[in-house]
């Protein structure tokens, strides 16, 4: 296939750019006939030229070095060099080995590296690629933390560019060697380490980042004045005088060219990097969103499928027999939890108290005809917010809102609801307030009536931070109770629950491991799990890509075990329709072939009934599908719900024909 020949804008000036408008405005726009310089749009086309030639003259003005630097900050840097690979026929002593890395000469003074290593006297196969060694001076250290320093040559790395690798650059600090890493996180001041920021091709030393509690360096710091030298090896692009039957030599050994494995590649220079970036063929260096993150690993070996997406809440509680209807009350002023075993909820100026199965019910009245919301802190005392103001249980004087945490406008009067959910440490506590369809979460210090803020209140929706709460309890709550982790809404009748799951939650990187196993067949219990191995590799290429601060999880999916029970009508004379079925239904739903399109089925799609009829619609050795049901979790279930990084797994297949009823 020919590769698409892209425009060159950079030499274009403004009467060329306006011709070319113009001549992409009858496939664009049809119905603009008027292309004079006299209608508005022209007069918009030649502006936006005037600035395009503007633009252009500013960066035909930019050196060659400034123009390198911000390429190198967009991510966008030139290839280095492929080398040759061949493989070689070596002739050696008995009883010799050849390392891996040995270097062998041509006639011509051309250096290959061998990239295996023979260690049996009976193997004469190796492999060795076309490399030159360099060394060089980097720069000269000024004590600071964070420094960069820019190497002259793009390092080869015979693994995947992301992948750590200590063998393909050595860098020394006056004649020391400093080790490189994957990332500076849980490094200390004094460990002797480096990055290789291969976005910009920069040898990166240990940052001083910014904490609440003040700045603290990760890594150590060349002292000032010190040399930054680098040892590396570059691939020799195209050399001409390689070819089959070459004759190598080396240290008590000879070799032969047998065969090019592949051919070389000189560097890039800059304007063919900037085409190849026009194309979207530059490899993934940085990984901003989910999918960019799963780009970086769609290649790792070992590896089916990857999903990456924002961490799910830990899943709700049921909701407790006391917040239920009935017993209590269809409608709720407003409720509050004691103890995290008992809950008070206030129906037209009465009380009901009761534990979380509905027992032990009483009825103690209530000093006031309604109260917007109700902040319990111990046995004694209770918080009442009426209106704008605020009052304890033994104490009648009202007090103005503003007074008991500061700076938590709208939030001072008008409540919807408001709860308390005890913290870590034993006085800490969370308070929560909520209006209309916003909450704010205030953290705070109680003792003997009086609360101290510990941080600054955080506002936000409540459809964001409680995702899975049904669209009716997003706004205007009349009650929320917080038992353990779990926020119970009550709105009229009805009451749901969920889990706060606020914006700072990471990423989760769910990995389906590659596997031999026969997928018409019921996978095993580990399956789905991926190697110890593939995590590692995944956790490592992750966080050499991933911003600063973020955080991400990687492990396996969540699998959702169920079970099929179908009955069919199969056609006259076939007799293995029990395993023709069940061995279509385990490769329908399997989580790497499965699915309506055969490349594994889609995260987190529900299973229905009638995904089970999809699945054997075009079953040759079946009439019809009679009856299908579906049970999970030792229960008739019409929908199989998945997480959002979940997938199926099919356990037991129960087959009926018709005969059988």
Known sequence: ????????????????????????????????????????????????????????????????????????????????????????????????????????????????????????AKDTLAEAACLRRVHETLGVSTGE?????????????????????????????????????????????????????????????????PYAEGARRHGGVPSRGAVITAAYRVGVGSPGALS???????????????????????????DQALRRARLDLTPPARAVTAADLERVLDDLPLLARVRVG?????????????????????????????????????????????????????????????????????????????G?????????????????????????RGLDAACVQPAVGSDAVDLFFFVDDRYCHCPARYANRKLTPTGAPVVSTIAVDFPALPRVFRSSPDAV?????????????????????????????????????????????DEAHPPGELVGAARSRVESTRMLGQHVTVGGCAPVSFDVHVTVRPWDGVSDVREIVARRLHAYFHPRVGGPDGRGWPWGRPVHTADVFSALEDVAEIHRVVDTMLRARGARVDVVTLPEHGLPRLCEVDVATESDI
């Open 1 to 120: 296939m020919d590769r698409p020949t892209l425009p060159d804008l950079d030499d274009t000036p403004f009467q060329q750019l306006v011709d070319a408008a113009k001549r992409t405005l009858p496939d664009r726009a049809p119905g603009w006939t008027d292309h004079n310089v006299s209608d508005p749009g022209i007069t918009l086309i030649e502006a936006c030229a005037q600035r395009v030639d503007q633009l252009l003259y500013r960066v035909d003005r930019t050196t060659p070095a400034v123009r390198a630097r911000l390429l190198r900050l967009m991510g966008i840097a030139p290839a280095p060099a492929s080398p040759t690979r061949v493989r070689l026929r070596v002739t050696r002593p008995p009883k010799t080995a050849l390392p891996a890395d040995t270097p062998l000469t041509t006639a011509d003074g051309l250096v290959l590296y061998t990239t295996t290593a023979l260690a049996a």
């Open 388 to 412: 704008d103001h605020y009052r304890w249980n033994d104490d009648a004087t009202q007090r103005p809102i503003t007074d008991l945490v500061p700076n938590l406008e709208p939030f001072t």
């Open 145 to 209: 933390p964070g420094q960069r320093f820019a190497a002259g040559r793009r390092p080869h790395r015979p693994d995947h560019p992301l992948d750590p690798d200590e063998s393909f650059l050595r860098v020394a600090v006056d004649g020391e060697p400093w080790r490189v890493v994957p990332t500076f996180a849980r490094r200390r001041v004094d460990d002797r380490v480096h990055i290789w920021d291969d976005a910009c091709g920069e040898v990166v030393f240990g940052p001083r980042v």
């Open 244 to 270: 089959v039957g070459t004759i190598l030599t080396g240290s008590d050994v000879e070799a032969v060219i047998t065969s090019i494995l592949s051919p070389g590649a000189d560097a890039e220079d800059v």
């Open 481 to 525: 109770v917080v038992v353990g982790d779990t926020f119970h809404f009550l709105k009229g009748d009805r009451t749901a629950t969920a889990t706060r799951c606020p914006d700072e939650r990471g990423l989760r990187v769910s990995l389906v491991p590659a596997s031999a196993a026969d997928p018409t067949t019921s996978p095993g219990p």
């Open 310 to 386: 924002p961490e799910e809440p830990a899943p709700a509680d049921p909701v407790p027999v006391a917040l239920q209807t009935p017993p209590r009350p269809s409608r709720v002023d407003t409720a509050w939890a004691v103890d995290q075993q008992r809950v008070v909820l206030v129906s037209a100026g009465t009380c009901i108290r009761s534990t979380l199965d509905g027992k032990h019910v009483e009825h103690p009245q209530m000093p006031f005809a309604r109260a917007d919301a109700v902040l319990w802190f111990e046995p004694s005392h209770f918080l009442w917010s009426l």
